[in-house]
């Protein structure tokens, strides 16, 4: 007669000899595979996983973690059948998936509001430029695809932030990524310096031997930009949102970040944007006053103790250079050459410009800088830009949208309340880009149009946080 023997005695010593025999045998396979295999595969593979894991952890919080994330490196980047593919390319397609799945599964309504057509009427001046106005309308098709993708993140945070708790959590995943862009950027200006390390910085960009950190973003500029942006984000919150220490503490980590950047644009929009905020926490303040001016003393503190170290020596240098040379300094005069440039060849197609990213296309350096030849370039500065490649009808658009976000928001912080915070943090981290970008331009990378998402969702829900 046959005995049953119940699955629970087996749960002893013999499964543990299995699992550790099985750890063997797969430390073996994959140590061969090591040894005598191409294992350049492998990275993408535990890319593709943990992405896979992001999208379906907590949603939509691991889906905004992979979203933000992923915006912030630009740095990386692989050749996919000639297409320059970035992380953020990855992410939006995983990402776009799992959200066309949770709408037709869970039956979700998504509705658009006119900030959202003003960017459908942007993306839409992209193509009509690329294909109607473009000397090569299959290069600045295919270019007008790619700023496509980057234009989707917008989208994906719209759907996924729809009320007040998940905007004011994505907010705070966007700025712990920031503060870890930040300390990796300092991280490898650091190495370098002690041990001529060269990840994550570039040398020579703004004069001589100077290395200036990047991080994962594509440049110092960019680098400057995103943590000086993230910088009065967390100087708000501790402003107009309880004084928090950690608020405080983000701000020091983000604003040192953006001083080793070196970046003229993004210091000067950092203390602009800093300035306009003390000003404006002083006269709503009640009471709080004498911890604003002890905030204010210590910021204070940390710009002079910045710049009597051999970094404010840098920083002054750049600054005197433009200074005493005025438009003769290298990098203005190669600006103003590109922006003369691309002025004089987008006048005969002012309404619908010239295409996606085509000033390549009619302009080589070499009719001013012969060594330069063939080397690619594209307008550093963001509006001229845009004027550019999509014409009055794609700037037309983007001024719209700020407009409406800042009549609604404008509108709303009206009423005294500590949700304000948020609002102005979201506005001011957008005030850093609408200044740094009049010098370089990151609208067609996905961490401005993150914030731009995030912005509008915050102007839809004004009403709600206020």
Known sequence: MSQTIPFRSFNSKILRYVDFIAAIVAVCIVGRLAWQEDLSWFPAVVACVFAVFLTTWRWPYGILTLLIGASAM?????????????????????????????????????????LDYFILFFLAANFISSSLGSSDPASTLRWALQNCLAVVFYFLIRALVQDAPVLGRAVQLFLAIAVIESVYGVFCYLSHQAFGTSFGVSVGQYMGDVAAPFGTMFEPNLFGAYTASASVMFF????????????????????????????????????????????????????????????????????????LGPLGRIVS??????????????????????????????????????????????????????????????????????????????????????????????????????????????????????????????????????????????????????
């Open 74 to 114: 630009p740095a990386f980047s692989v050749d996919v059948f000639g297409w320059n593919a970035r992380p953020e390319h990855f992410a939006v397609v995983f990402a776009a998936f799992a959200v066309a799945l949770w709408v037709v599964v869970g039956k979700k309504r998504l509705s658009l509001t006119r």
């Open 236 to 307: 708000s919150l501790y402003l107009f949102a309880g004084h928090r220490v950690r608020d405080l503490a983000g701000f020091f980590i983000t604003a040192i970040a953006s001083f080793f950047s070196f970046s003229r644009a993004s210091l000067i929009a950092l203390l602009v944007a800093g300035a306009y905020l003390f000003w404006k926490s002083h006269r709503q303040s009640e009471g709080n006053s004498s911890r604003n001016w002890l905030t204010a003393g210590l910021v204070a503190a940390l710009i002079l103790l910045l710049s």
């Open 317 to 466: 240098e750049r600054f005197m250079n433009l200074f005493y040379q005025g438009l003769t300094e290298e990098t203005t005069i190669s600006r103003v050459i590109i922006m003369q440039e691309a002025l004089q060849d987008v006048s005969g197609h002012l309404l619908i410009g010239r295409g996606t990213a085509s000033f390549n296309l009619t302009f080589d350096w070499a009719r001013y800088v012969p060594s330069w030849a063939g080397e690619k370039t594209w307008i550093g500065n963001a509006p001229l830009r845009i004027l550019h490649d999509t014409g009055l009808l794609g700037l037309g658009s983007i001024i719209g949208f700020f407009v409406t976000a800042w009549v609604k928001i404008r509108h709303a912080v009206k009423v005294p309340s500590r949700k304000n915070g948020l609002l102005i943090a979201l506005w001011a981290g957008v005030l850093i880009y609408a200044i740094s970008f009049e010098s370089t331009d990151g609208t067609i990378l996905a961490f401005t149009w993150v914030q731009l998402g995030l912005l509008a969702s915050a102007a839809t829900l004004a009403p709600v946080l206020s």
